[in-house]
């Protein structure tokens, strides 16, 4: 939101209270306090008729330092607030100078100047990354309206990044961003999941810890600050230091939660119904036919809306019309190898049978007169599920568990975002807060009762919305998309982004949500989704099986499908860092390279996990630039090296990408290309590649509750490579890309290129020598 007129000026009607006078301290169970006052407070007289400013200083974990500006105390805090995981104890120390209170954890410090002016600066082992300075911190009025407010100093050349998923720029300097979860699509600067949370190329991040609307002006207003403000009487937030990106989303998730491990079934092909398409069981199962029979690996089905009557949504029931016999159906599926997924919304319409049900046991969100809140947009008189209330949680539950014993394993939890204002809730919530905060409630409901039937590490979502810790309910995917290369970008603008925001892992539609793509569209966001965390076909008006464009579109499926399976020893450990760390699957180019300022402004390619680089084609003649940082790069599928450090301009066809594994790395591949949950470690290939002189790379490949099973690591001194692997001794084999042929190996049997260890020893170790 923007107060100034220009940069010294405030806008007509906006009056600032900002903090000028640091006049007093208090230090209470490791909380600093400082009262600050819009003015220089020079004698008795000037502390009456002005306001105090009380802010708070303290620490939930090492470097961490939250800061909360509070004008009237007085004023009831109304939830909900995000449940973060604090350590329990203070972890600062305080310390203080003639001229300065400084405020320690770990190696970030504040220190804020005593009296005039105003200054408060965070320093990381001495050298200050931001701060605010005198009446950025403020207190302003427009009319009847209050806000708090706070500047913090952007440097020269520093970036800002994050802030959920978003589709505009991948940089976000230059924006306003209003945290405040809507349904627009991915082509517009709405989103579907906001989050308060930034990080910088200097390597801190900065979480408003403020449900509501959260409006930032990121060098905009003022190009040398981020502005957040919230309308209110209170703002917290906390900085986080790194002092990379990676350690700080591995604090912030300390904070807010860690994903959950998904299952491994959920990382193969996901295929759907689409949206407004004709179906029935018949139609499913010709799908699911087709594919087997073009030797398509498919994994999930998905019943989009319609499995349920029109009207109806939601009610949790069959369409017995167009399905007579779902249990048996489902049945049928499992039979076939795949997992189930159904399509769900927190809505309730006036036709569904749930509908006086819930309005007779006061579970519906109600007006203030105590009606039911209805609108007739997307469903005819659609009420609203009120989960602030435990028992319209654990009723809506009932009905999931229903489905979930008839042979559904997973929900695609849509919607979430339109949610209303003039409302009350059970509980009491403040219904501004509630605005984003109201996906975190449903989504958890529906997570917990899929943990509950089918266990833990077993439950995964497909959500749409989202707000800060909505990290924790895998999977997301990125909502509506148009069928084209625009498009294609946006969406994974917006899955960087989200990245970069906490979450672990991403989907998107592949092929486009709206219209249907022209074949070369299809062919290359196939390349792309697949080589994304989870992959679904989905789309609006028209399926979305690939020989309906052409019989290439089939090939290209059945090889990138292949190829992701593969490589499931890697996605999945991948993903268990997701879960471990915060860290997210698919990674701005800057994650994994901070020291290489090409890669700040990078948003058309990105790492899969730590090691493998993937730059999409979003070019119908299959032209794609993209950027290989210093280093070795083999292609995997062409097993080429090339020199990084540069810029490249190349073409490929579509069964091949900017596909490229990174220097010193060891890449655990698997022995089945068919289905995504195997075991891994049964005859795996540990590839070696381009390990340089003094160098050690080291992988972990997991079994399917996400424990370790086997451990590599790999030496290269001169022309000797070692490598010790341990585990359940399973056979194995490697191979060695990037470094020259192999002379010989001690350990196991050389064939061709590929060496190979039978099973049997828990502790194996090779020597190999290099041509």
């Not at 200050?128 to 403020?138: A, F, H, L, P, V």
């Not at 003022?222 to 700080?248: A, H, M, R």
């Not at 947009?377 to 209330?389: C, I, K, P």
Request: aromatic share 12%; charged share 20%.
């Amino acid at each position: 939101m923007k107060f100034n007129n220009g940069y010294w000026m405030l806008r007509d009607g906006v009056d600032l209270q900002g903090a000028v006078h640091a006049v007093d301290f208090t230090e209470q169970n490791g909380v600093l306090t400082a009262y600050v006052a819009p003015k220089a407070v020079a004698h008795r007289g000037d502390t009456l008729n002005s306001l105090l400013l009380t802010v708070e200083f303290r620490s939930p974990a090492p470097g961490v330092i939250g800061v909360k500006i509070i004008h009237n105390l007085g004023v009831r805090e109304r939830g909900p607030v995000f449940q973060l995981t604090e350590q329990g104890k203070s972890h600062a120390v305080i310390t203080e100078t003639e001229t300065e209170k400084i405020f320690t954890t770990g190696s970030l410090s504040a220190h804020i100047a005593k009296g005039v002016p105003w200054s408060l600066s965070f320093y990381r082992d001495g050298e200050r990354i931001t701060g605010s300075t005198t009446k950025s911190m403020g207190y302003l009025t427009e009319g009847d309206k209050t806000y708090v407010r706070e500047e913090l100093d952007l440097g020269v050349g520093e970036y800002v990044y994050g802030l959920g998923e978003r589709f505009t720029a991948f940089v976000k300097n230059g924006q306003t961003v209003d945290i405040w979860n809507e349904d627009g699509g991915t082509s517009s600067e709405q989103a579907y999941k906001n989050i308060p949370f930034y990080v910088t190329n200097k390597g801190y991040g900065v979480f408003i810890n403020q449900p509501e609307k959260v409006s930032l002006e990121i060098a905009s207003e003022k190009v040398k600050k981020v502005q957040f403000s919230v309308e209110g009487e209170s703002l917290e937030y906390f900085l986080i230091d790194g002092p990379q990106v990676k350690d700080v989303l591995v604090k912030y998730t300390d904070l807010t939660g860690k994903p959950a491990l998904p299952p491994a079934w959920t990382f193969g092909l996901w295929l759907t119904t689409s949206f407004t398409t004709n179906y029935d069981e018949a139609t499913v199962m010709s799908f699911i036919d087709g594919m087997a029979e073009r030797d398509l690996p498919l994994h999930v089905f998905h019943f989009d809306c319609f499995w349920m009557k029109g009207y109806h949504w939601t009610d949790f029931e069959w369409d017995k019309d167009v399905f007579p016999d779902p249990v048996g159906m489902l049945a049928r599926i499992h039979e076939k190898g795949l997992k189930v997924c159904v399509w769900i919304n927190p809505y309730i319409a006036q036709r569904s049978r749930l509908f006086k049900e819930g309005m007779d046991l006061g579970y519906l969100v109600k007006k203030a007169n105590g009606d039911v809140w209805q609108w007739d947009m997307w469903q005819s008189g659609m009420a609203l599920v009120d989960f602030t209330n435990p028992d319209a949680c654990e009723w809506y539950a009932s009905y999931l568990r229903g489905l979930v014993d008839m042979g559904v394993d997973s929900f695609k939890t849509d919607f979430g975002e339109r949610i209303p204002t003039d409302v009350v809730y059970f509980d009491g919530s403040d219904p501004n807060k509630m605005h984003n905060y109201y996906t975190q409630l449903y989504n958890k409901v529906v997570f917990e009762v899929l943990e509950e039937k089918l266990g833990k590490n077993e439950a995964a979502l497909f959500a749409r919305s989202a707000t800060a810790g909505g990290q924790q309910f895998p999977i997301h995917w990125g909502g509506d998309c148009y069928a084209n290369y625009e498009s294609m970008a946006e969406s994974l603008r917006g899955g960087l982004s989200l990245g970069l925001s906490g979450f672990g892992f991403w989907s998107h539609d592949i092929g486009g949500f709206e219209n249907k793509a022209p074949a070369h569209v299809f062919k290359r966001w196939l390349a792309f989704g697949l080589l994304s965390s989870h992959s679904r076909l989905h789309g609006s008006e028209s399926y979305r099986v690939p020989w309906t464009y052409d019989q290439e579109a089939v090939d290209v499926t059945r090889f990138f499908t292949k190829l992701k399976c593969s490589l499931m020893p890697y996605l999945f450990d991948t993903a268990a860092v997701a879960h471990e760390q915060g860290l997210p699957s698919m990674r701005a180019m800057l994650l994994e390279f901070p020291e290489d300022p090409t890669t700040d402004q990078l948003d058309r390619q990105y790492m899969l996990g730590s090691n493998v680089l993937v730059a999409p084609i979003f070019d119908e003649n299959g032209r794609v630039t993209y950027y290989l940082p210093e280093g070795t790069w083999t292609h995997l599928l062409t097993g080429e090296t090339v020199q990084g450090g540069k810029w490249f301009k190349e073409q490929y066809d579509f069964f091949s990408l900017p596909l490229f594994v990174r220097s010193n790395s060891i890449l655990a591949t698997g022995a089945t290309d068919s289905r995504p949950d195997y075991d891994f470690a049964d005859g795996v290939n540990l590839g070696i590649y381009a390990l340089e002189d003094g160098r050690t790379a080291e992988a972990s490949v997991r079994d399917l509750s996400g424990r370790v099973e086997l451990t590599a690591r790999a030496e290269r001194s001169g022309k000797t490579i070692t490598l010790s692997v341990s585990g359940k001794g399973k056979a194995f084999t490697v191979s060695v890309k990037g470094t020259g042929a192999i002379a010989s190996v001690k350990g196991g049997e050389l064939a061709g290129d590929a060496i190979r260890v039978a099973a049997g020893a828990e502790q194996t170790t090779l020597v190999i020598e290099l041509a």
